[in-house]
């Protein structure tokens, strides 16, 4: 088991800047990959950002430019700086770890932390 904790959303004025932090705990050692994921209310949670145990980042199109994913291995955490946020980043932001061991696999997701962007 896997458990995520995450910490940093909050209200900030749009063109502001937020990081958002989730640090794991327990089997670390079967994680291969964390991420944050983000869902409106009555949409499908989508991927804002990915990283790999050796570094390589993915991207939403949405996010290019402005948010930057970042890991301390040591730490077994997990950060997202998100820049330049605008209205309609306004969502709840979800840690995610994906695992991998013997041949299966699976996520962990934490408890999800709210972003909200005024006008």
């Known amino acids: 088991q896997v458990q995520l904790v995450e910490s940093g959303g909050g209200l900030v004025q749009s063109g502001g800047s937020l990081r958002l932090s989730c640090a794991a705990s327990?089997?670390?050692?079967?994680?291969?990959?964390m991420g944050w994921y983000r869902q409106a209310p009555g949409n499908q949670r989508e991927l804002v950002a990915t990283?790999?145990?050796?570094?390589?980042?993915t991207y939403a199109d949405s996010v290019k430019g402005r948010f930057v994913i970042s890991r301390d291995n040591a730490k077994n955490t997990v950060y997202l700086q998100m820049n330049s946020l605008k209205p309609e980043d306004s969502v709840v932001y979800f840690c995610n770890a994906h695992w991998r061991w013997y041949g299966r696999e699976g996520d962990y997701w934490g408890q999800g932390t709210q972003v909200t962007v005024s006008a």
């Open positions: 327990g089997s670390t050692f079967s994680i291969n990959g």
């Open positions: 990283i790999t145990n050796d570094g390589r980042t």
